[in-house]
């Protein structure tokens, strides 16, 4: 295995990855240098498989040919650094070799496609006593995603430079924040987090639809990603207009003990 940087990748590396896989984007933004995260191939020039993990939240995606013994190579190898996670649809071949007793296996719900439907909510009223605005840097340093998007992007200046991002709040206080991931081939991640003591108020719908008509105004196109228990996200994204809807595997093993 050889670890390699952004600059070091080439064409056929990049070909490896299937932009079809779940999350796919996430990967690229890595492969690209724009977020943080490790890259390992097995050759420089005529590699056969590669493989990038994400620092934001341990997601591996792997390029290329991929067995038991190499699946498993990589996950020690990764799970040397920190927590790991994987993703594949329910009739990949990657199920066959995935190793037993990971510490999370579940399914996640994801997105690729947006109608508009967002747009009937641009204009409703928020609860007396709330507002909302586009993020600033004091508003990322309040955010709950904070310390994930410095890990992921290094500065305040990279995340507001490569992300969107609405906040509602309430006396002042960050209470919703609606934000994206780095956008990649024309594509960026939407997200959402909500105060618990602020929810069922319609705040996140409210701040996504802000957040929606502002990437598409940059020409991006959205997508969303959510594990399949977490019901209130997904009815929140049928909602706003995603589509395409389809469910794949998502296991996850902790970081080895040194």
């Known amino acids: 295995m050889i670890s390699i940087t952004p600059d070091q990748i080439t064409p056929p590396m990049m070909a490896l990855f299937d932009p079809t896989h779940p999350t796919m984007p996430r990967a690229f933004n890595v492969l690209e240098g724009v977020t943080r995260g ?3 191939v097995d050759h420089a020039d005529r590699p056969s498989w590669a493989a990038a993990r994400e620092n934001a939240f341990g997601t591996l995606y792997l390029g290329g ?8 190579s990589l996950l ?23 190793p037993p007793a990971p510490d999370y296996d579940g399914r996640t719900l994801y997105f690729t496609e947006h109608a508009p439907r967002h747009r009937e909510l641009l204009n409703a009223r928020l609860p007396t006593g709330y507002s909302i605005t586009p993020r600033n840097a004091d508003l990322v340093k309040q955010s709950a995603d904070y310390q994930m998007n410095l890990d992921s992007l290094g500065s305040i200046d990279s995340i507001l430079h490569h992300t969107l ?22 594509r960026i991640e939407i997200g959402v987090n909500t105060a618990e003591a602020h929810r069922r108020r319609g705040l996140a719908a409210m701040a996504c639809a802000h957040l929606i008509e502002a990437c598409k105004e940059k020409g991006y196109s959205t997508w969303w990603d959510c594990a399949k228990q977490n019901t209130a996200s997904a009815n929140l994204a049928r909602k706003l207009g ?7 595997r998502y296991v996850w093993w902790a970081q080895m003990a040194t």
Do not use: K, M
Request: glycine share 10%.
């Open 165 to 186: 991002g609405f906040v509602v709040l309430y006396e002042d206080q960050l209470v919703c924040e609606a934000s994206t991931g780095a956008p990649t081939h024309g």
């Open 65 to 72: 040919q991929c067995n038991a013994p190499l699946l498993d």
């Open 242 to 248: 995603f589509e395409n809807e389809r469910e794949y």
């Open 38 to 40: 490790q890259i390992l």
């Open 76 to 98: 020690t190898y990764f799970r040397s650094i920190g927590d790991v996670g994987l993703g594949c649809w329910l009739d990949s071949e990657l199920n066959d070799i995935l």
